[in-house]
């Protein structure tokens, strides 16, 4: 039954369940897909709603650290203090650029004025923690990333302590931290920008104490968003403002309903289009065909598109 449902699947989604089987067979005459679970993502044309087998997993306390448990990969500190986050969602307006570093900074204690955020890359380590492919959608950002982003705050700031009793020859349960800062019980005081190299030295403890909610300064307290500034003054960089040499964009034109053919294609009206490269037939989902437009800039890519013969 499920074999089955699995050709109903996005291809992404087929070959990333076919990679998992392999790496984890199961027993002969087990089930092959031992755990369900609705998978909620937003698409083009709405909200899709689809029962996703995904396999189970064991774990130990034992195992290493997985590249999205590992701060490394999240957080970089500057010998002023500033703080960068890098964040494993797309940002749809929907604050997340926001929300996950101060998820992290609350536990890290770091000083909010000096925190920034940055966009992951399709590293592994900026996959959903969940799901393990990079996904924007469904409501899962916070859902899925609370824990994992205040896990790493968390361990960046043991490291720090660490590399704070480390210079200091102390104890590091009898350090403390706040807004920047690790605290030795004399009144010493060493910035997380003193701190940051010897730091990321330390060992990356696998468990980590996290604070008490009533402790939080950050999470649930009016906060300013990190990319206010440079959405209302039009200085944001989004994808279709990437400019790169050589560079070209590709519209696809798509059929009206499902596995539709193309009987022929007129592309002489968009080919009229200045800036129009190519007009290809592509194959799109479910066996349907489309119509991609290439062109030296958005715009003419789009022209290109709405043209008709």
Known sequence: MWHDALHELPPALRHLLARQAEAA????????????????MAVASGFALGAYPLLAQTSSEAAPLKPTQQPSAFVRIDSDGTVTVTVNRLEFGQGVHT??????????DADWSRVRSQLGSNDPAYADPLWGMHLTGGSTSIKHSFMQYRELGARARAMLVAAAAARWRLDPAGLRTQAGFVIAADGRRLSYGELAQEAMAQ???????????????????????????????????????????????????????????????????????????????????????????IADGYWPAKQGRGARP
């Open 203 to 293: 060992p990356v403890p696998p468990q980590v104490r996290l604070k008490d909610p009533a402790q939080f300064r950050l999470i649930g307290r009016p906060t300013t968003r990190l990319d206010a500034r440079a959405k209302s003054s039009g200085q944001q960089v989004f994808g279709i403002d990437v400019r790169l040499p050589g560079q070209w964009t590709a519209l696809i034109a798509r059929p009206p309903v499902f596995g539709a053919k193309l009987r022929t294609v007129d592309d002489a009206a968009a080919r009229a289009v200045k800036g129009v490269k190519a007009v290809l037939r592509v194959p799109l989902d479910r066996g349907a065909e489309g119509v991609a437009v």
């Open 25 to 40: 067979p199961v027993a002969e005459g087990s089930a092959a897909w031992p755990r369900r679970s609705f998978l909620k």
């Open 99 to 108: 929300a996950l570093p101060m998820i992290l900074a609350e536990e890290l």
